[in-house]
Structure formats: structure tokens, C-alpha cells
């Protein structure tokens, strides 16, 4: 046995040391790695020369394992030399090569770094401590760096809000498409993981939506379909035979979960080297990711809906136009390349269309994932139909189907209240018809009796925006005319009036006051303008056609007549 020896300033450990608990609480993946690629082997003891590893044994680490256990003098007295002395050892034992090199924490000396090494018959002694002597000051330095940096649980702490805020930067602006893309990437950064995001279709199947740059797409499948599945929504470690079942490449260890979701879900899959001590540290990931998937499913559909309402509540612009306005804002969200839009009472003709309908149109993302359908209806009410399209095959993501769901609860909302105002005016043109009808069988009776009638159509500019003011003015009118003439409503903002026993230009005379009067009933301020329109009918005379229309006719022709 042959020993080398270099002295520095240390003073002895302590009895109640930590140093065991500091190295507990720390990982070592990156220096077994290390042991791996140097070809060498690795412990850190104690004060008590106790290993603290506890790494997988190899062949040299075995033969090291038997030297610390059944302790040799040699190696016992180079330890206890560098432990209460400070003093690297060089020692060779058997067939290994040793170097001891004191860990210092603080300004105590509170453990050892034992590097070791199998003699090469090719390579001469003093070569081969020299090389392992550089290897163990190297070593040792990293190591004591490690041991003043934060705890494992201080680093998964540090690491826990660095990815908080990660995922909620992209949270506010982005896709879940992104946030799984931003995950990944972290991971494979931390922990030096392949992450694949799967996006489950309605066809009951998980497609491969994200992966990382520069993966070999060969190693994973397309595709997963959801019986492949493990049970539950925990974090599980699968099986090599169900790596390969999968389509996995199967030399690497790989976990998978399910985010859990609505209509739409994730399968994450983790590949790469991860212990049975690490699914804690991955579940607390996870966990983040599936609530900040959440938050953007919540962000955007908000953003969406605040967009859709300022156009469908635009009462100035025709349904047609509300509509297309607000599917554009889900089309810019959602990244459609089309999309149509129908809503249509019973037996009746499309209310409103947005777009030219597919011929076929079967289920909810069909035509291989670029297509997603949804149908809204009540028996006997009306019948909506939005369609949307993907310029390529995709699957629709769990924040997707969300914002288009919640844009269909707002436009099927719409599409009722349009229903309602159609009935409604389908109703009024229909009491329209009626009063027709009886002003056209009173001017008949009159007309058999021997006098002239006129009918008399009223229409006002503020019909539209004060539409319950007509019945106020048909009370004026009906002050003002005699027992005998009749005055009702004809349409939206439209009065009607028979005048009996009227010739054309008494009628003119008559109209000329009543419209003072209306005007002046509306205050000084007033600037309200009232159309009239006039048909007359002698006794002998053929009929041209029903008085209200033909006085609705004159009017149209008396507003044209200025502007010519």
C-alpha cells in the first residue's frame, strides 16, 4: 500500500454534524452520471466514515462497498487522516487505485469524497494516480458546491414557482397547445426529459399534438387510443411490455397521466431516466401544468365572449352582420381556416347564414380532426348549426372545445331572442293582414252604400327606435276624427285610417291637420316627421287593388318625389 499525502487547515468536525441530513437532502443524479462516463467510482462518507450514497452498486463499487465495510487499516487510517486532518490521501489497495479528498462545509471538514478506480495493466501507477488525483480535486469542489446550494426541497420550491410563472405567462396569452410545448421544454432543461402532449379526440383516441424540437418522432406513436390507457388519473410508471405495446421506444423509463378534463383531455408522457423518488417531484409538476391549462381554458374563453357579445348586442347592424362578426372572433382565437353558421325556425327558411354549410356534415371532429360540428335545437323553436373548420388534421384540445362550446351557449342565446323577434313580427304582419282585411271590407260596405272613402297610411321616422309610441298617437288621432273613421295599426310604425265619406282632396285637408296636431303633441322640440300616403275609392269605380296598399304605394312615391 502507497500513500500521498498534501496537508490543509481544517478543524474536526462536530458530534451532532448535519452533514448526513445535507447530503440527504440532496440529489446526486448528475454525479452518478458522472461516475458513469469517467469510469470510475464514487462515495461520500460521514465523520464516522459511514457511506451516504447509497448508489446503485457496480463492479468496482462493490469492491469499494467491501473495502468501507470490513474497514482495512490502510483505508481506515487514510480516512481518519483526512477527516481530522484535511489532508488528501493517495492509497492503492488490492487492484484499485483510491484518492480520499476532504469535504469541507462551512469551515469544518465534515465528510470525505472517496474516488476509486481499477489498475489498467496498460497504463503505469504514478500516470494513473495523477490522472485520478485531477479527476478527485475536480470532483470534490463540485461537490461542496452542491452541498451550499439549496436542498432538494428548497431547489423543487425554487423550481415549483419558476414553472408557476412560466405557465402563467403563457396561461394569459396562449393555447393549451402552448403551455404543454413550455412544459416540456422546462423539463427537458431541470431534468434532461422528453415530454409528449397527446390531445384527446371525440373519436376516442389521444393524437401526438406536441413533442419537442428535435425528437425522433420515430420513438413515440402517433397515436394512443384511450383502452390503452392506465386506469385512474394518477401519475403511472408503464410497464417495458407496455412501453413496446404502446409504441415507445422501450430503453428508456417512461410515466404517463391523464389531465383529466371536460369534454377534451391531455395524456402527458414523461421518457427519459426517472427514479421511483422523482414521481412526487413530477406529480407537483403536473399538477401546475393541469391548473394552468385551466386558467387559459378560463382566460380565453372570457376574452372570446367579451369579443362576441359588443357585435351580437350591435342592434344597429343586421343579424347577419352580428353574427359574422362575432364568429370571426372566435375564428381568430381558435385558428380556423372556415367556418358556417345557420339558425331557422320550424318549417320555415334559414334566419340567418353565415357561410356556405358542407354538403356532408357528420359528427363533432370528423373528416380526420380538421372539423368540428355543433348542433343546438329545441323541438318546435328553432335549429342551429355552427361548423368550423382547421386548415389540417388536428386534435381539438380541452381550451378549444371549451371556447367553442361557450360561443355556442352565446350565439344559441342570440339565435332564441332572434327566433322570438321573428315569431313577433310574423305575428304583427299577420295583424296586419287582418286589419287590412277589415279596412278593406268597412271601404267596401261604403262604397256599396253610395259614399267615397279614403284610406290614409301614417308612417313616422322614430318607428324604429320608440316603437311603442304608436299607440299613443292612434289615441290622438282617434280624438280628432269623427265616430265613423276608423284608425288602427297597420305595421311596425305604421297607422292606418279610413275616412268615410271623404273624397281624395278633403282627405289631404283632413291628413294636413292631423299631422299639426301629432307634431305639436310631441313638445316644441320635437323634429318628427310623418309620411303620409293616400288612396281614395268612389262608389262605381273598379277596385286598383287593396286601399292600404295603394295608400301605402302613394306615400312611398310622396317621400321619392323631393329627391328626383
Request: aromatic share 4%; glycine share 8%.
Amino acid at each position: 500500500m502507497s500513500t500521498v499525502m498534501s496537508s490543509i487547515e481544517a478543524s474536526l468536525p462536530s458530534g451532532d454534524s448535519q452533514f448526513p441530513v445535507t447530503v440527504g437532502r440532496r440529489s446526486w443524479e448528475w454525479l452518478l452520471a458522472l461516475r458513469r462516463r469517467l469510469n470510475v467510482d464514487l462515495e461520500i462518507v460521514d465523520a464516522r466514515q459511514r457511506p451516504l450514497l447509497g448508489a446503485p452498486p457496480t463492479a468496482t463499487s462493490t469492491t469499494l462497498q467491501e473495502l468501507l465495510a470490513t474497514g482495512p487499516a490502510g483505508v481506515r487510517l487514510a480516512l481518519s487522516t483526512v477527516l481530522r486532518g484535511g489532508a488528501k490521501q493517495a492509497l492503492s489497495v488490492e487492484s484499485l487505485h483510491l484518492v480520499c479528498v476532504p469535504l469541507t462545509v462551512g469551515r469544518s471538514v465534515e465528510g470525505a469524497l472517496i474516488v476509486a478506480q481499477q489498475r489498467a495493466d496498460n497504463v503505469s501507477a504514478e500516470r494513473a494516480r495523477g490522472a485520478l488525483d485531477l479527476m478527485a480535486f475536480w470532483l470534490s469542489n463540485a461537490v461542496e458546491a452542491h452541498l451550499s446550494s439549496p436542498s432538494l426541497e428548497e431547489g423543487d420550491l425554487d423550481r415549483l414557482s419558476s414553472l408557476c410563472r412560466l405557465l402563467d405567462e403563457s396561461a394569459a396569452h396562449k393555447s393549451d397547445r402552448d403551455i404543454v410545448t413550455a412544459f416540456g421544454e422546462a423539463l427537458a432543461i431541470w431534468h434532461d426529459l422528453e415530454v409528449y402532449g397527446f390531445a384527446e379526440t371525440a373519436r376516442g383516441e389521444f393524437v401526438r399534438e406536441v413533442a419537442l424540437a428535435g425528437v425522433d418522432l420515430a420513438r413515440s406513436p402517433a397515436a394512443i387510443q384511450r383502452t390503452s390507457l392506465p386506469e385512474g388519473g394518477q401519475i403511472t410508471r408503464i410497464s417495458r411490455l407496455d412501453v413496446e405495446r404502446l409504441g415507445f421506444s422501450n430503453d428508456q423509463d417512461l410515466v404517463m397521466t391523464r389531465l383529466a378534463g371536460q369534454a377534451s383531455a391531455w395524456v402527458i408522457v414523461v421518457c427519459g431516466t426517472v427514479a421511483a423518488g422523482d414521481l412526487p417531484r413530477l406529480g407537483r409538476y403536473l399538477e401546475l401544468l393541469e391548473q394552468s391549462i385551466g386558467r387559459a381554458s378560463t382566460t380565453s374563453t372570457t376574452r372570446v365572449i367579451a369579443a362576441m357579445a359588443k357585435h351580437l348586442l350591435d342592434d344597429g347592424r343586421p343579424a347577419e352582420g352580428q353574427a359574422r362578426r362575432a364568429l370571426d372572433e372566435v375564428r381568430d382565437a381558435l385558428g380556423w381556416s372556415f367556418v358556417a353558421f345557420s339558425v331557422s325556425a320550424p318549417g320555415g327558411p334559414s334566419l340567418v347564414r353565415v357561410g356556405a354549410m358542407p354538403a356532408t356534415v357528420e359528427a363533432d371532429d370528423s373528416s380526420e380532426g380538421r372539423r368540428l360540428r355543433i348542433v343546438r335545437s329545441l323541438p318546435q323553436q328553432y335549429s342551429m348549426v355552427m361548423v368550423a373548420e382547421w386548415a389540417h388534421a388536428r386534435g381539438v384540445t380541452r381550451q378549444e372545445h371549451q371556447v367553442a362550446e361557450a360561443a355556442a351557449d352565446m350565439l344559441e342565446s342570440w339565435s332564441r331572442r332572434l327566433v322570438r323577434q321573428s315569431k313577433d313580427l310574423t305575428d304583427r304582419r299577420a295583424a296586419r293582414r287582418t286589419y287590412d282585411q277589415d279596412l278593406e271590407q268597412l271601404a267596401s260596405r261604403a262604397i256599396e252604400g253610395g259614399e267615397p272613402v279614403t284610406a290614409v297610411v301614417l308612417s313616422f321616422s322614430d318607428s324604429a327606435s320608440r316603437p311603442g309610441v304608436i299607440q299613443t298617437r292612434i289615441g290622438r288621432l282617434r280624438e280628432r276624427v269623427r265616430p265613423t273613421d276608423m284608425v288602427g295599426v297597420l305595421g311596425m310604425g305604421e297607422i292606418g285610417m279610413l275616412l268615410h265619406n271623404t273624397p281624395g282632396a278633403e282627405a289631404r285637408v283632413v291628413t294636413a291637420r292631423l299631422k299639426q296636431a301629432l307634431q305639436e303633441g310631441e313638445g316644441p322640440d320635437s323634429s318628427l316627421e310623418v309620411m303620409a300616403g293616400f288612396a281614395t275609392r268612389e262608389p262605381g269605380q273598379l277596385h286598383g287593388g287593396p286601399l292600404a296598399e295603394q295608400a301605402r304605394a302613394d306615400a312611398l312615391r310622396s317621400a321619392e318625389e323631393p329627391q328626383r
